[in-house]
């Protein structure tokens, strides 16, 4: 399955980038080079299971133990730095959707190899910039980040529209968020995996495994492609 997977990123990225990279724009076989891809952030060292923020010994880390988020667990693929947030910024904001391949790719990797939850839900967007953008980035991660999972993009909805998180400061993230999904199925017992770009405060996917919870889901795990870091570290 992963080689047919990588033989269409390559296809697809040869049409869209005529063959060169899309970070140095040397010569490449697939959307990045060899050596640009070597250069993106992996997440490595002990990191909080929950959260996905350094932790000695990767152990649950204080925050997370004083606070629970409503989500149980976190995988991210990449640090949120240079160059990941340049693949990132550019499936997002400027529609580059050949990169949602690679972005997929990178997550899947870091995936426990047989994790099968019930549901795998990209975090969904406002019917208002669904439209404004006319994709939703996470879905297309999600394509390729779980292609043998039930992929479930209206198991839950945005019941508001909000101003985007990253204009916001970090302290009025929760609140912006709050109340804006809405799950109308049963979801008893069901595990569901949560997919986005982005992981930052963590607000927006713990108010939307809040409103899973609340239908009866019994574990929500968050599979995103990049991690910032905590306030104040590098």
Known sequence: MLGTLARRFVNLANLAFGGS?????????GVLCAECDADLPRLAGPLCPRCALASPAGQV????????????ATIAALAYEFPADVLV???KFRGELALAPVLGALLAARLPRGARPD???PVPLSAARLR????????????TAAPG???APRLAERSRDTAPQFELPLAERAKNVRGAFRCAQALEGAEV?????????GATLAELAATLKRAGAARVVNWVVARTAAPGHA
Not at 61 to 72: E, N, T
Not at 193 to 201: S, Y
Request: proline content about 4%.
């Open 21 to 29: 990279c899309y970070l140095c724009r040397g010569a490449a076989h």
């Open 61 to 72: 880390c204080g925050r997370c133990l004083a606070q629970p988020p409503a989500y149980d």
């Open 89 to 91: 910024q550019a499936l």
């Open 119 to 121: 549901f795998v839900l």
């Open 132 to 143: 404004a953008r006319g994709f939703n980035h996470a879905l297309e991660i999600a394509r």
């Open 149 to 151: 999972a039930r992929l």
């Open 193 to 201: 995996a949560l997919v986005d770009d982005v992981m930052t405060t």
